[in-house]
Every structure is written in structure tokens, then in C-alpha cells.
């Protein structure tokens, strides 16, 4: 283990530090840490958040990859960050049931629903970020600035969800058999 770290350390040190929110050490620790937040008990919610980023960050990902190859289609952009985020269930398959609730207007499940809100928050943060450089003369307002402000608000969209569960469990009733409407059975 310490030579993992000397190596890590002397690494660091020999190399050039850049503040980029979608570097591929970032992004494997995001990933990494969420199966331990998982062990731990945190929520999925919370644990939704923060996949909803990194998928995002793969799909940005793709799409540069896609860039350098030139493939270029309509819809395209739309079409590779709906796959990336949409892969959340092959994360998670065989360790959680999908369970819809009612959130909002919307009938689906909390760890899908955090997963696109995670997605779009660091999507809509980044762009965010690109608009108040763009007004401050192409520069940042302070140093990794690229980096604070979508872990902000992704700290900020977790912290809502531990404090505020989503959704809640419709109850079983058998409300509409009763009617006769929906009984089958005759």
C-alpha cells in the first residue's frame, strides 16, 4: 500500500495539475466511491446524484470521441448523453428493484429520477460556468472555479435529497376492484 502511495505521491508531484471536473481520475473516483456510499447505507438518491454526474461526464466523453472521429448525425448530442445517462440501470441491475413513486407530475423510480436531475444539474452547471467566463473577459472568478461549481451544487442537490426523501409509496388499495370497474374476475 505505501508503495501505491510513494508512487501516487511522485506522480503528483512530477506532473502539471489541472482543475477539470471531467479528468478520468475525478471520474473513477466518483464512480469508485459510490458502491462504498452504497455499502455504507447512503441513500440512492444520493447515490443517484453523483452517477447522474458521471454518466454525464462519459457522455461529454463520447461526444469528444465522437468529435475527433467526425461523425456527425442530427440529434446526436441528445442522442449519446441519453445512452450514457439511461446506462444507470445496467449499473445497478441485479441489486435494486425499480419501484416507481410518485415525484412531483412524475411516476418513477427515486434513484432514476436523481440520476437524470444529477445528469442535468452538472450539465447545466458546466454551461453555467462557460457563460460567467465568457462575461468576466474569458477568465474564472477564482482559481478552479470549473471544478467548485459543479461539485457545489451537486453537494448542495445531495444534501436536498438526504434532508428531504423523494417521492412517496402509493399505497395498495384495492380502491378500484371494489368499484367492480376493474375486477376481471367476472
Not at 42 to 64: E, F, K, P, S, T
Not at 95 to 108: A, D, L
Request: with cysteine; glycine share 8%.
Amino acid at each position: 500500500m505505501s508503495l501505491i502511495l510513494s508512487l501516487a505521491l511522485i506522480l503528483g508531484m512530477s506532473s502539471k495539475a489541472f482543475a477539470n471536473p471531467a479528468c478520468a481520475v475525478c471520474t473513477v473516483a466518483v464512480g469508485a466511491s459510490l458502491e462504498i456510499a452504497r455499502r455504507y447505507g447512503v441513500d440512492d438518491c444520493v447515490i443517484g446524484v453523483w452517477a447522474g454526474a458521471m454518466l454525464a461526464l462519459l457522455g461529454y466523453w463520447l461526444i469528444l470521441w465522437f468529435d475527433k472521429k467526425n461523425w456527425k448525425f442530427v440529434g446526436r448530442d441528445f442522442i449519446l448523453m441519453t445512452i450514457s445517462v439511461g446506462s444507470i440501470g445496467f449499473m445497478y441491475i441485479s441489486e435494486i428493484s425499480y419501484t416507481p413513486k410518485i415525484i412531483g407530475i412524475f411516476y418513477i423510480d427515486a434513484l432514476l429520477f436523481s440520476t437524470v436531475l444529477g445528469a442535468l444539474t452538472f450539465i447545466y452547471v458546466s454551461k453555467f460556468y462557460q457563460w460567467m467566463k465568457a462575461k468576466n473577459g474569458g477568465h474564472a472568478h477564482f482559481p478552479f472555479e470549473k471544478v467548485v461549481l459543479p461539485v457545489l451544487s451537486l453537494v448542495l442537490l445531495s444534501w436536498y435529497f438526504n434532508t428531504y426523501p423523494v417521492g412517496k409509496e402509493l399505497p395498495i388499495t384495492d380502491s378500484l376492484s371494489s368499484t367492480g370497474l376493474y375486477d376481471f374476475s367476472k
